[in-house]
C-alpha cells in the first residue's frame, strides 16, 4: 500500500535506466527483504538496516543503482543464508534515498522485470548474484479480457469493504491495459502474506498470474465480508444498546416527574421474563399472573408491595414440574445400597422391590412412603441419604424433633406479616425437583400443644390417596407431593398416632450384634476416620480384639455412633503424636485401649454367676437394643405388705400385682402356706434405681423370683426369661425379641424363655445365635417354672431320662 501511495500521491522523479536488452543476463548485488515482496512496475519504499544488505546498496549506488530484491523465507532470521531466500524476485532501480540517524537508511525502488538467480556468485562482503531475466509477454485473448473484468470486479469489492485501501487503488487498475501490469498492481496493493505475493512473482505467465489472483481475491473477499457481517452485528449491539440507556433515561425522567421509583419497574419487568421462561400448571401460571398485576398497579409505597412480590418469588422459584430420571438399574442401586451400609436385608429388599415395579409400571405405581424405627446410630438417616444417590433423586431432610405448631407444616396464612410457607414447601424449594427423597427426622418426637398438632398436618402429605392435592396456607394453591420418595425415622413406635402410623409402611431397624458391628468398622468406620484424621499414609491396624473391647467395654448402645466416635478418638491421638513427632504403634490391641480411651466406661453385663432363691434374669428392650435386668425379691416379716422399688412404671407395678396374685392363688401347688403371706412384707426391688422402667414383659420374670423366694427354691442363673403374665398365668407375646434374645447372647446366657407366640418372629434371630442359644417357648407360667426352677428344672430332667430308659 504504501508503494502505491508512493507512486500515485507523490510526484517522485527517477532517473530513467539505460537501454536495457531484457533477456541478457545481468550481474547485481542482492537486497534480501523480509515482510514484502517487489513487483514490477511498482514503487516500493524499503528499509535498509543490516550490515550486509548496506553493503550491496553501496554498491548498487556506485555503479549504476541497480539492485535484484528477493523475499526470505522466514522473517525471522536476521542474516539469511542462500538457502534462506527465494529464486524468483525483482530488479530494481533505486531512486530516493534518506539517511536515518541511526544509520540505517530508507529508499525508495522502482521494479524493473521479473529475473530468476541462476548463480551466486558472491557471498561477502554481500551477495552478488547472475540473474536471467523471465520472458511475461502472452497474447491478450478473449478470456484473458474477460480475467481481468472478473479480477477488477472481485478487486472493487475488497475495495470497498478495506478501509486500508485507498478508492484512488480502484481507479487506477482501471486505467491498466496489461494483464501482467494488473495482475503485479493489485497483489502489491492487496493485504497478502509474503508467500502468496511470492506465488504471484513466481507466475510469469500474465494469464496464470490473473487466475492464481483471481482465487486469492475470493479468498480473501470471503475474510472481508465476514469481518463487515461481524462489525455491522457488534454495531447493531452497541446502537441497540444507546437506544435502550436513551430510553431509560427519558424512561427515569417521566417516573421522577410522577413520583414513582425506577426499580419496581425493573422487578416487574424481571418477573415478567422468569415467567414467561419457566414452565408451570395453567392455574399456578393464572395465579401468578393475575398476582403479577395487582403488583404492577400497586404505587411503590403499598405495605403489600414486598408481600406479593415474596409470594411470586414462591411461585416462581418452587419445582411444579421438573423432575429427575430416576435410575432403574437394579444391579447399580443394590451394588450402592452395600457399598454405604452392611446388613439391613429388609430395606434394601424393599427399595429393590420398588425400582423392579418402576421398570414394569412406570408411572402407574404409588411411590411407597416408609418408616424406619430403630435404636440411634443404626444408620436409618444415611440409609435415606443412600436411597437417593442410588436412585439418581435430590435428597432433602426435615428434623421434626421438638416441633409443636401446625404452621411449621403447612406454613401461615398471607395475611400475617412475615409469613412462609411450611417446611414441607421450604425444602421442596430447596430440592429443586418434584420427586426428591424427602425425610422426615425423628417423627416420634413431634408435639402438640395449643398452637396445634403437626402429627395432623402430616396426616395429609403422607397419605399417598391425597397428598397430590397438599395444601399449604400460604401457597393457597394445590401442590403434588405424590412423586416426592418419603422416608420417616423414629427411635420407638408408640409415640407415633395411630392414623399416622396406618399411612407408613413401617421397617425395623434392630440393634447391630457384635458381629455385625465388627465388621461396620472393619469396612467403614475405621478407614472413614483414617483418611478424615490424615493418616492415609500410616501403617495403622486395629485388631479385632481392640474392636470388640471398645464395643464391651467403651460403648453401649445398639447402633455404632459411640464406636466410630471411639476410633476417632485412637486416631486423634495418633495424629497428635505424629504431629510431636513421636514414634506411632502400627497395631492398636484391646490392651492398649486404655492408653487412647481411659479406664472402660461400662461393665460388660453379665449374668449371675450363681444359682439363687428370690433373683430371676429377666431381658428388657431399651433405646440402646436390649438389656439384662436382675429382678431380686426378699421376704421380711410383716403384714403381708408389697414394697416396689426401681423406679418402677404404672404397667410395671401392675405385672408384679398380678404376679402376686398368682402366687397367692397357686400356693399350695408351690409348697407355700396361705398363712405366709400374712407374716411377711415382700420387697421386690429392680437394680439401677436411676433409669425408669416400664412394660408389661417383665411380668414372668417377677412371678419366677416370686414363687422362688416364698418357696424358698433356687433360680438356674444361666435362664433369662421375657414375657407378660396373666392371672391366670398365661404367656402373652412381647415385642423386641431379637434384641431380647441378643443381649442374653452378649451376658452369656445359654437357655433364653419367651412367649410361645414369639415364635414367629425368631426369623429375624441370627442362626448363629439360635445354635449357641437354647430358646424354651412357654405357654403358661408352669412351663417357664419347669425350666427356671432348680428343684423343678432337676426333676424335669430325671423324668425325661427316665422316660427313655422305659
Known amino acids: 500500500m504504501e508503494a502505491f501511495e508512493q507512486e500515485f500521491d507523490l510526484p517522485i522523479e527517477i532517473n530513467k535506466l539505460s537501454e536495457l536488452n531484457k533477456l541478457d543476463e545481468l550481474e547485481l548485488p542482492l537486497l534480501p527483504v523480509r515482510d514484502t515482496v517487489v513487483f514490477p512496475r511498482m514503487l516500493t519504499p524499503l528499509f535498509v538496516g543490516r550490515d550486509r544488505s548496506m553493503l550491496a546498496l553501496e554498491a548498487a549506488l556506485a555503479e549504476k543503482s541497480e539492485l535484484i530484491v528477493v523475499a526470505q523465507r ?60 523471465l520472458d511475461e509477454t502472452g497474447e491478450k485473448t478473449l478470456s484473458t479480457e474477460a480475467l481481468m473484468r472478473a479480477v477488477l470486479a472481485l478487486f472493487e469489492k475488497c475495495v470497498q469493504l478495506n478501509r486500508n485501501i485507498p478508492d484512488d487503488a480502484y481507479v487506477a487498475a482501471m486505467n491498466i491495459d496489461e494483464p501482467g501490469w494488473l495482475a503485479d498492481m493489485i497483489a502489491s496493493v492487496m493485504d497478502f502474506k509474503v508467500g502468496q505475493r511470492q506465488q504471484i512473482l513466481d507466475t510469469a505467465e500474465p494469464t496464470a498470474r490473473l487466475q492464481h489472483l483471481s482465487i486469492l481475491l475470493a479468498q480473501e473477499l470471503d475474510v472481508l465480508e465476514l469481518e463487515s457481517r461481524i462489525q455491522d452485528q457488534v454495531q447493531q449491539e452497541v446502537d441497540k444498546g444507546q437506544r435502550e440507556h436513551f430510553l431509560r433515561e427519558q424512561m427515569r425522567a417521566i417516573q421522577t416527574e410522577l413520583g414513582e421509583l425506577d426499580f419496581q419497574t425493573a422487578e416487574l419487568n424481571e418477573l415478567r421474563e ?200 400460604y401457597l393457597e394453591l394445590a401442590y403434588d407431593l405424590s412423586k416426592v420418595f418419603f422416608i420417616t425415622t423414629a427411635n420407638v413406635l408408640d409415640p407415633i398416632p395411630p392414623a399416622l402410623r396406618d399411612r407408613t409402611e413401617v421397617i425395623e431397624f434392630s440393634g447391630y450384634i457384635e458381629e455385625e458391628k465388627l465388621q461396620i468398622a472393619r469396612q467403614f468406620l ?37 464406636l466410630e466416635r471411639d476410633i476417632g478418638q485412637i486416631c486423634r491421638r495418633l495424629t497428635r503424636r505424629l504431629a510431636e513427632n513421636k514414634i506411632n504403634p502400627k497395631t492398636i490391641t484391646r490392651q492398649g485401649l486404655a492408653r487412647y480411651l481411659g479406664p472402660p466406661r461400662f461393665i460388660e453385663q453379665l449374668g449371675e454367676r450363681e444359682d439363687q432363691v428370690g433373683v430371676a434374669t429377666g431381658i428388657a428392650y431399651t433405646e440402646a437394643g436390649g438389656d439384662i435386668m436382675p429382678v431380686e425379691v426378699t421376704l421380711m416379716p410383716g403384714k403381708g405388705q408389697l414394697t416396689l422399688t426401681g423406679q418402677l412404671g ?41 433409669i425408669p422402667k416400664d412394660g408389661p414383659s417383665a411380668g414372668v420374670t417377677m412371678a419366677t423370683a416370686l414363687i422362688s423366694a416364698l418357696s424358698n427354691v433356687k433360680v438356674r442363673h444361666d435362664v433369662a426369661m421375657t414375657g407378660e403374665i396373666t392371672l391366670r398365668g398365661r404367656i402373652l407375646p412381647i415385642g423386641g425379641l431379637k434384641e431380647k434374645i441378643l443381649a442374653a447372647y452378649r451376658a ?33 407360667l408352669e412351663d417357664v417354672l419347669k425350666t427356671s426352677l432348680v428343684s423343678m428344672h432337676s426333676a424335669k430332667k430325671k423324668s425325661g431320662k427316665s422316660a427313655a430308659a422305659s
Request: hydrophobic share 40%; charged share 25%; proline share 6%.
Open 748 to 780: 452369656g446366657i445359654t437357655t433364653v424363655i419367651a412367649p410361645a407366640r414369639n415364635k414367629k418372629d425368631m426369623v429375624d434371630v441370627p442362626k448363629r445365635v439360635q445354635r449357641e442359644l437354647t430358646i424354651v417357648f412357654a405357654d403358661n
Open 74 to 133: 522466514n522473517i525471522d532470521v536476521e542474516e539469511p543464508s542462500i538457502d534462506d531466500l527465494y529464486r524468483v524476485g525483482t530488479h530494481v532501480v533505486v531512486g530516493r534515498m534518506l539517511k536515518i540517524p541511526d544509520g540505517s537508511m530508507n529508499i525508495l525502488v522502482q521494479g524493473e522485470q521479473r529475473v530468476r538467480i541462476t548463480e551466486f556468485v558472491q557471498e561477502e562482503p554481500y551477495y552478488k548474484v547472475r540473474v536471467q531475466p
Open 526 to 562: 475405621i478407614p472413614r476416620q483414617i483418611e478424615e484424621h490424615g493418616l492415609g499414609d500410616v501403617e495403622l491396624k486395629i485388631t479385632d480384639g481392640a474392636i470388640k473391647g471398645i464395643i464391651r467395654e467403651y460403648t453401649f448402645e445398639a447402633g455404632v455412633r459411640n
Open 650 to 690: 404404672e404397667v410395671m407395678q401392675e405385672s408384679a400385682q398380678a404376679a402376686l396374685s398368682f402366687a397367692r392363688t397357686h400356693a399350695k401347688e408351690y409348697g407355700i402356706k396361705p398363712s405366709f403371706f400374712e407374716s411377711y412384707d415382700i420387697h421386690l426391688h429392680v437394680p439401677e434405681g436411676a
Open 274 to 473: 422468569k415467567l414467561a421462561q419457566i414452565e408451570l400448571p395453567e392455574v399456578v401460571k393464572a395465579k401468578a399472573q393475575k398476582e403479577l398485576n395487582r403488583l404492577a398497579a400497586m404505587p411503590p409505597a403499598a405495605p403489600e408491595v414486598g408481600m406479593i412480590r415474596t409470594y411470586l418469588d414462591w411461585l416462581i422459584e418452587l419445582p411444579w414440574l421438573k423432575a429427575t430420571e430416576d435410575n432403574t438399574d437394579i444391579n447399580h442401586v443394590a451394588q450402592v445400597l452395600d457399598s454405604n451400609h452392611y446388613g439391613i436385608p429388609k430395606v434394601k429388599e424393599r427399595i429393590l422391590e420398588h425400582i423392579a415395579v418402576k421398570q414394569r409400571a412406570g408411572d402407574k405405581m404409588r411411590t411407597p412412603i416408609l418408616c424406619f424405627v430403630g435404636p440411634p446410630g443404626t444408620g436409618k438417616t444415611s440409609l435415606g441419604r443412600s436411597i437417593a444417590g442410588a436412585l439418581g433423586r435430590e435428597f432433602v431432610r426435615f428434623s421434626l424433633g421438638g416441633i409443636h405448631d401446625e404452621a411449621e407444616i403447612r406454613g401461615h396464612r398471607r395475611t400475617y406479616i412475615g409469613a412462609m410457607p411450611g417446611r414441607i414447601i421450604q425444602y421442596m424449594r430447596r430440592a429443586g425437583t418434584i420427586n426428591p427423597v424427602f425425610m422426615l427426622d425423628e417423627i416420634d418426637k413431634v408435639g402438640a400443644d395449643f398452637r396445634g398438632d403437626p402429627s395432623a398436618a402430616l396426616l395429609e402429605a403422607l397419605d399417598p390417596e391425597h397428598n397430590n392435592s397438599f395444601s399449604d396456607h
